[in-house]
C-alpha cells in the first residue's frame, strides 16, 4: 500500500483543490495518514498570497532536510507555480513541483515519481482546462465546495494570483449544476461556489450564462439549503446578484466584496478599476435589498504611497459601510507584480500601527452591528459541539457564529444535531459571535 501525507495552506479554493488531490490519490491506490513521518508521498499545497504564507512552506521543507530518506517529496498550488524549478535548487529533497493549473495531469506526475523520476514538474499555464474530477473526497458531510471559475483576469497591482493560477477558466453551467445536483443527492444542503473573481463566470457552451444566472439554477436545486459564493470583485459585481438574492431564501445573505481600500487615488495605483464612489453604488444596492445582507470585506493598508489621509479615508469608508466583519492585511511585497516597481514603501512598522487602528475601529463596528440582531430568530445550521462551554456551535446565513444551548446534548451513541438547521434565539452578542437559545 502506497502512502501519502498532505498539508494545505491559503484560501478555500485551495482547501478544494487539496479536496480534489486526495481523491485523485486514493483512485490510484494510495492512501492517506495523519503525519508526515508515515507516509512515503508527502505534499504541501502552498500559498503566496503574502511573504508570510510562502515562508511557511519553506520551514516545513527545511524541517525534512535530514529526515527525508525514502520519502518523496511534493509542492503543490501557488508556491510551486511561482517559483518553479528553483525549488529544487533551494530544497533538493523535493521531487514533485507542480501548479494548479496542471493538476489535471496529477495521475501521470505519479506514474514518474512511481517509476524513481526525481524531478517532476506541471509547471503550464498555458490551459483552458478546469480541475474536475469524480473522485473529490469532501472533508465536511454537510457543506460542500464546487470551483465554478479558475485563474484571474485581473491585474491588481499588488496581486501574485494572476501568475500563480493563470488566465480565466470558466466551467459550463451543466457540469456544475450536475455536481449541484449529484451533491444534494448524496445529502449536503450547503453548496460553496468558489473562484478567485466568481462574478465574471461565464458558461463557455451555448447557453453563456453569466454568475447571476448560475446562482439561481443551484439555488433552485431540491434538497439545497444554502448557496454562498466567495470572492467577488465589485468591477463585476452587477445588481442582478442582489435580486437574485432576494427572490430566493436559499442563496445566503452574506456578500464578501473586498474593497482592499477606501482612497479612489490608493485603489487607481492598485490598478482595482473602480472608484470608491463606483463602490459606494454597490453598497447601496445591497443596502436597499429586501433581505437583510451582511456585508463583509478585505482591506490592505500600507500599499505604496499610502499616505495617512488616504489611510483615513478606509477608516472612513468602514464607518460608511458598518462591515459585519472584515480580513485586513498589512501589504506584502510580492514577485512579478506591477506594485513592486512603485516608490515610497511603507516601513514595517507604521503598517503595523495602521493595522492596529483599523482593527479596533472595525471591533467597535462589530459590537455595535452584531448587538442589533439580539431578539432576533435566525435559522442556524449546526456544525459542532463545544464540551467546555456546553453549546452547540451555529452558523447563520449571514455566516455569523451562534453558538445556542439546547436540552439535546450529544452522547457517545452518537445523539447529535449537527448538520441540522434550527431556529435560534439571539440572547447575547460580542465582537466575533453571537449566543443564543434554540426556539422549540
Ligand atoms: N499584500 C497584502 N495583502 C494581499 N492580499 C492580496 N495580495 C496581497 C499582498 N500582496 C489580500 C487582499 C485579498 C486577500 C485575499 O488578500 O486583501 O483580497
Ligand atoms: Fe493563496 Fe491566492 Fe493561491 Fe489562494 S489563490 S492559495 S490565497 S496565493
Known sequence: MKTFYIETFGCQMNVHDSEKVIGTLLAQGYSQVETP????????????????AEQKVFHR????????????IGVLGCVAQQEGEHIFERAPHVSLVA??????????????????????????LDTDATFDTPYTRRDNPHRAYITIIEGCDKSCAYCVVPFTRGPERSRTSESVLDEARGLA??????????????????????RGWDFARLLRAVGEIDGIRRVRFTTSHPRDFVKDIIDAIDENPALCNHVHLPVQSGSSAVLERMQRLYTRGEYMRRIEWIKNAKRNIALTTDIIVGFPGETEAEFQETLDLLD??????????KYSRRPNTAALALADQVSEEEKGRRLTVLQERQRAIQIRRNAELVGAIEDTMVEGYNHATGQWIGRTSQNRTLNFTHAVVPTPNGQTLVGGYLPVRVTRAGPNSLAGEVVL
Do not use: W
Request: proline fraction near 2%.
Open 99 to 124: 501548479g494548479s493549473a496542471s493538476y489535471t495531469k496529477l495521475p501521470e506526475m505519479l506514474v514518474q515519481l512511481e517509476a524513481g523520476n526525481r524531478r517532476v514538474t506541471g509547471l503550464s
Open 61 to 72: 521543507l527545511d524541517q525534512f532536510k535530514r529526515h527525508h530518506e525514502g520519502k518523496v
Open 185 to 206: 443527492a448524496q445529502g449536503y444542503t450547503e453548496i460553496q461556489l468558489l473562484g478567485q473573481n466568481v462574478n465574471s463566470y461565464r458558461d463557455p457552451s451555448e
Open 320 to 329: 460608511e459601510v458598518g462591515y459585519d466583519s472584515l480580513f485586513s492585511f
Open 37 to 52: 513521518e508515515d507516509a512515503e508521498l508527502v505534499l504541501y499545497n502552498t500559498c503566496s498570497i503574502r511573504d508570510k
